[in-house]
Each structure stands twice: as structure tokens, then as C-alpha cells.
């Protein structure tokens, strides 16, 4: 079945900038949506950016102007910058997929989910 695999994440001082990546295989059906989710301890998963299988993009308000998502379809990856990163970003960043004509930015109508990977800002 359909597998997403994250990487790309770490530890950088507020003000870095992180790239992720997200590696999609075993797709079998259009079209697709993919997205980005954060979730911090003890709070729940939250959208932070999604993209429509015609490439338009939705963002979070607390991301606007610094994340940006992208994806290569040749490639079957999503990307994930993050520029102007603070420490409120520290969170378990999720690569998410769907066979919707949406933007995957609502986590109950998420059909795939990667495993994550942790982004930590601090100083």
C-alpha cells in the first residue's frame, strides 16, 4: 500500500531554516493532495501546510510568509522549507497523502500518514 517516508529533520537555533523531505511510493490512484502536520507534546495534530494535486497551496496562519511546500511528482516527493524558524515550530512534523481533490489540511479526512520526524528550535 501507499508508504510515506519523512527525513530531514534536527536541531536549529531560532532564525535557521530546516528543509524536509517526504518519499511516497506504492500509489496506485488520482488524484492526489498532500500535506505537512505538526504535533508538540501534549497538544494535538495540526495542520501546517497542503498542497492540491493542480499544485495550488494553503498554509497555517502561523507559517505564512516563512514555510513554504512544494512537491516534485516525477519524483513522488514533498518538500517542506522552513525559514525564520521559532521556538514555538518544535513540534513532530507528519508528511500526510489522500485520494482527494483537496489540500490534505484536515487531519480526520487523512488517509496516509508518515512516521515523522522531530524538529527542535532552541537556543
Known amino acids: 500500500q501507499v508508504q510515506l517516508v519523512e527525513s530531514g529533520g534536527g536541531s536549529v537555533q531560532p532564525g535557521g531554516s530546516l528543509r524536509l523531505s517526504c518519499a511516497a511510493s506504492?500509489?496506485?490512484?488520482?488524484?492526489?493532495?498532500m500535506g505537512w502536520f505538526r504535533q508538540a507534546p501534549g497538544k494535538d495534530r495540526e495542520a501546517v501546510a497542503g498542497?492540491?494535486?493542480?499544485?495550488?497551496?494553503r498554509y497555517a496562519d502561523s507559517v505564512k510568509g516563512r514555510f513554504t511546500i512544494s512537491q516534485d511528482n516525477i519524483k513522488n516527493t514533498l518538500y517542506l522549507q522552513m525559514n525564520s524558524l521559532k521556538p514555538e515550530d518544535t513540534a513532530i512534523y507528519y508528511c500526510?497523502?489522500?485520494?482527494?481533490?483537496?489540500?490534505?489540511?484536515?487531519?480526520?479526512?487523512?488517509?496516509?500518514w508518515g512516521q515523522g520526524t522531530q524538529v527542535t528550535v532552541s537556543s
Open positions: 498542497i492540491s494535486i493542480r499544485s495550488r497551496t
Open positions: 506504492g500509489y496506485a490512484y488520482s488524484p492526489y493532495c
Open positions: 500526510a497523502a489522500d485520494h482527494s481533490s483537496g489540500y490534505c489540511d484536515i487531519a480526520s479526512g487523512i488517509r496516509y
